[in-house]
């Protein structure tokens, strides 16, 4: 990300989303439901995803946002993009992927699995 605000505000997302998983994750049941296409999504997918969309929203309106949740909002050249709980086909597993792309290319990535502290 070539701006330093981006870059900022992505840690600052980073920090909460982190925070809010590991809320989620703590507890030795990790309840889910299966969305209508058959992939299971939990408290913390969602939760993650109205938090960063909401900051999103009061920091940067002009950008756009998509998450897999709740779908995209705005139409920014600068798209952020997130997948709360990343769920590898074996029940979900709290990991992030997140992006920031601008018009049709990348800026940057983040990922990290907050309960291995990476």
Same mark, same amino acid.
Not at 30 to 45: C, F, H, L, N, W
Not at 53 to 73: C, K, M, N, V, Y
């Given at each position: 990300? #070539?701006?330093?605000?981006?870059?900022?505000? !992505?840690?600052?997302?980073?920090?909460?989303?982190?925070?809010?998983? @590991?809320?989620?994750?703590?507890?030795?049941?990790?309840?889910? @439901?299966?969305?209508?296409?058959?992939?299971?999504?939990?408290? !913390? %997918?969602?939760? /993650?995803?109205?938090?960063?969309?909401?900051? /999103?929203?009061? +920091?940067?309106?002009?950008?756009?946002?998509?998450? +897999?949740?709740?779908? #995209?909002?705005?139409?920014?050249?600068?798209?952020?993009?997130?997948?709360?709980?990343?769920? !590898?086909? !074996?029940?979900?597993?709290?990991?992030?992927?997140?992006?920031?792309?601008?018009?049709? %290319?990348?800026?940057?990535?983040?990922?990290?699995?907050?309960?291995?502290?990476?």
């Amino acid at each position: 990300m #070539t701006d330093p605000a981006c870059l900022e505000l !992505a840690h600052r997302l980073a920090d909460r989303a982190d925070v809010i998983s @590991r809320s989620c994750f703590s507890t030795a049941t990790i309840e889910s @439901r299966t969305k209508s296409d058959g992939s299971p999504v939990t408290d !913390a %997918d969602r939760e /993650i995803e109205i938090v960063l969309r909401s900051l /999103i929203r009061q +920091e940067r309106p002009d950008d756009a946002f998509i998450g +897999e949740e709740f779908g #995209t909002h705005g139409h920014g050249r600068r798209r952020w993009i997130t997948d709360a709980v990343d769920d !590898a086909g !074996a029940g979900p597993s709290p990991g992030r992927g997140d992006g920031l792309a601008a018009d049709v %290319d990348p800026v940057g990535v983040q990922a990290d699995q907050p309960l291995q502290r990476r």
